[in-house]
C-alpha cells in the first residue's frame, strides 16, 4: 500500500515499517557504529580488504558472543557486507561508503563526529522533549560545572574539551574546503573570526590567502588551544588570538571582513541578529559578512542531517538554538542593516553553506 503512495514534497518516500523500526532503535544503530569505530573493525576490514569471522573475532580481540553480535548489527546496518557466495565460510567487506570516506581521508574525521555524538551529544539529547516544552537547552544540567554554556563548562570537562574540539576541527575540515574555494578575500587586508575554535577556518583562510591577517575572536579559557594549534600550522605571522565575550565586549578594531563560522546555529535568532550587528557596526563601508555553517531548506523539511543536528542545538549547548534556514539566517542579515546576501550551498553530505553579505 506504501508503494502506491506518493513520495512528500521534499523527496522522502512514505514511512514504511523497516523505515519506523530504524527510528525506534535509531540509538542502537548508532551504538553499533560507535562500536565498531572503538574496536577499529573498519580499519581491520579496510587492512585486509575481507576477514572471516574468527579472523575480526582474533583481530579484534573479542568474545565470540561478542563478535556475533557486532557482526549480526553491522551486517544488517550494510556497514559490512558479508559475501553470500561463500555460505559455509562467510568472508566480510567494509561497506564501499566508508571505503570512500577513507579514499577521500575524511574518515578520520567522521570517526571524530562519532566520538562527539558519543560523548557529548548523547546523554544531553535525553533531555529533547523538555527542551521543546521548555524552549530552552535543559540537556545542560548533565555537563558538569558552572559555565552559562556547554562552551564555558569544557575547561571543567578536560577530557570532553578534548573530544569536543577535535570533532569540531574535524567537523570544519569536511566543509571548509569549499568555504576556501568559495571565498573571495582578494580585496580583503583582515578578517576577524568570531568564536573562532581552534583556529580551524582561520588556518585555512590565512594559507589559501598569504597576503590576509586574522584574527580569532574567543573565550579566554580556548586561547590556548588556538594558540598551540596555529604556532603548529606555522601561521603565527598572519594569524593572532584576542580574548573576550563577543556579546559584550569591544569587537577588535580594523577588520573588513567579520566571519562567524559555526555560530548561527547555537543561539536564538535575536541573539544571531545582534551579533551581526555588532558586526555590522565594527565594520567600514563596504565590509563583508561571512556566515559558515550548517543551513536548513525554507521549506522547513529538511535536509535530514540539519534535522538530526537540531535535537543537539536544541538540547544542549546554548538556550535557544537549530540548524536554522538560509531564510532565517538572511533575515536576521538584513534586521542588522547589512545588504546583498549571496548564498552558496556547498556539496557533499553535511548541510553547510555560506552566505556573505555586504556593508
Ligand atoms: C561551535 S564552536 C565553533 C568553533 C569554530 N568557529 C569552528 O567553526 O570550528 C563555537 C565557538 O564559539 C566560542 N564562543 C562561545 N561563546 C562565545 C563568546 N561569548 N565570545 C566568543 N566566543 C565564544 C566557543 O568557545 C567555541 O569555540
Known amino acids: 500500500m506504501n508503494a502506491r503512495q506518493p513520495h512528500a514534497d521534499n523527496g522522502v518516500a512514505p514511512l514504511d515499517m523497516d523505515g519506523l523500526s530504524r527510528i525506534l532503535f535509531g540509538h542502537a544503530a548508532f551504538q553499533y557504529l560507535n562500536a565498531a569505530c572503538e574496536l577499529g573493525l573498519p580499519e581491520l576490514l579496510a587492512e585486509r580488504k575481507e576477514s572471516s569471522r574468527e579472523e575480526i573475532r582474533d583481530g579484534l580481540g573479542l568474545a565470540d558472543r561478542s563478535v556475533d553480535i557486532l557482526l549480526l548489527g553491522c551486517t544488517s546496518l550494510g556497514l559490512v557486507q558479508r559475501d553470500v557466495q561463500q555460505e559455509e565460510n562467510s568472508r566480510y567487506r ?61 575547561a571543567e570537562n578536560p577530557q570532553m574539551e578534548q573530544v569536543f574540539y577535535r570533532y569540531m576541527r574535524s567537523w570544519s575540515e569536511l566543509a571548509n574546503k569549499h568555504l576556501v574555494e568559495h571565498l573571495d578575500l582578494s580585496g580583503a587586508k583582515h578578517l576577524l573570526d568570531c568564536g573562532g575554535g581552534d583556529a580551524v577556518n582561520a588556518i585555512a583562510l590565512a ?67 545582534a551579533l551581526m550587528r555588532r558586526a555590522y557596526e565594527a565594520l567600514p ?7 559558515f555553517n550548517s543551513m536548513s531548506n525554507d521549506e522547513g523539511d529538511g535536509p535530514v542531517v540539519a534535522a538530526l543536528d537540531s535535537v543537539y ?47
Not at 574567543?218 to 594558540?227: F, L, Q, Y
Not at 593572532?240 to 577588535?252: A, I, K, Q, R
Not at 563601508?285 to 556566515?291: A, H, P, S
Not at 538584513?334 to 550551498?345: D, E, I, K, L, T
Request: hydrophobic share 40%.
Open 94 to 154: 567494509l561497506a564501499p561508503v566508508v571505503l570512500d570516506l577513507m579514499a577521500e581521508g575524511d574518515w578520520q574525521r567522521f570517526k571524530d563526529t562519532v566520538a562527539f555524538e558519543q560523548y557529548i551529544v548523547y546523554e544531553g539529547q535525553l533531555d529533547f522533549t523538555d527542551s521543546l516544552r521548555e524552549n530552552r537547552n535543559v540537556g545542560l544540567r548533565r555537563v558538569r560545572g558552572s559555565g552559562r554554556d556547554l562552551y564555558h563548562r569544557l
Open 207 to 273: 594559507k589559501a590567502n598569504p597576503g590576509l591577517d586574522i584574527t580569532v575572536f574567543e573565550i579566554p579559557a580556548s586561547r590556548t588551544i588556538a594558540e598551540k594549534k596555529i604556532a603548529q600550522a606555522g601561521v603565527g605571522g598572519q594569524v593572532s588570538v584576542v580574548t573576550g565575550d563577543m556579546f559584550s565586549d569591544p569587537l577588535p578594531t580594523g577588520c573588513d571582513v567579520v566571519m562567524f563560522a559555526h555560530q548561527f546555529v547555537i543561539w536564538t535568532l535575536e541573539e544571531n541578529t
Open 285 to 291: 563601508e563596504g565590509g563583508k559578512l561571512v556566515v
Open 313 to 359: 542545538f536544541a538540547s544542549l549547548p546554548a538556550e535557544g538554538g537549530m540548524i536554522y534556514s538560509w531564510a532565517q539566517h538572511e533575515e536576521c542579515i538584513r534586521a542588522a542593516g547589512f545588504h546583498s546576501a549571496q548564498r552558496v550551498p556547498f556539496p557533499g553530505w553535511t548541510p553547510h553553506g555560506v552566505i556573505v553579505a555586504t556593508k
